[in-house]
């Protein structure tokens, strides 16, 4: 770096030359920004695993809503239910489901900030709420069920009326 360059250049010249030192702190601060960078990379990793399982269990919730419904998905188009209808219930039921797993993912994310001055007494760290961070987070919940409750409410609003009804 530039400021350990400018501290090798002033020692040389101050001990005529000789290198007869090191910089090992440079050193040691490089392989915290390492330690650092994977440790990201992991939680990266833990909540990218974490989301694909919620996703997981909204396809399999909504998959198995579907199954169960059928006839009454052949009832309600027989009296006039159009697609979209079909499409926006199966949809706004998969965004409750992502919804309120949101909810309670941002309760127990609150739990540090709620015990603080614990906290910071028994481990010197005090945690604060990021407003931005949680409205990011929340989003990203009710996204993932979006995505998760699309190709089932496709599924249902596909149906055939008759062959609903006929489903046993």
């Not at 219930?89 to 015990?115: D, K, R, Y």
Request: aromatic share 8%; charged share 15%; with cysteine.
């Amino acid at each position: 770096t530039v400021v350990q360059q400018q501290l090798e250049r002033l020692i040389t010249g101050n001990h005529r030359g000789a290198k007869d030192y090191s910089f090992q702190l440079f050193e040691f601060l490089g392989e915290i920004t390492r330690m650092i960078g994977n440790i990201s990379l992991l939680l990266g990793v833990v909540a990218a695993l974490s989301l694909s399982v919620g996703a997981l269990g909204i396809f399999n919730t909504m998959l198995a809503g579907f199954h169960d419904r059928v006839r009454e998905i052949g009832v309600r188009k027989a009296l006039g239910a159009r697609r979209f209808q079909i499409l926006a219930q199966f949809l706004s039921e998969s965004v409750v489901l992502s919804s309120l797993g949101g909810i309670v993912g941002l309760a127990i994310g609150c739990l540090p900030s709620v015990f603080g001055e614990q906290l910071y007494r028994a481990v010197s760290i005090r945690p604060a709420l990021d407003l931005t961070g949680m409205l990011q987070a929340f989003s990203i919940s009710v996204v993932v069920g979006v995505l998760a409750g699309l190709w089932p409410a496709i599924q249902a609003s596909r149906l055939d009326a008759v062959e609903a009804l006929r489903y046993e």
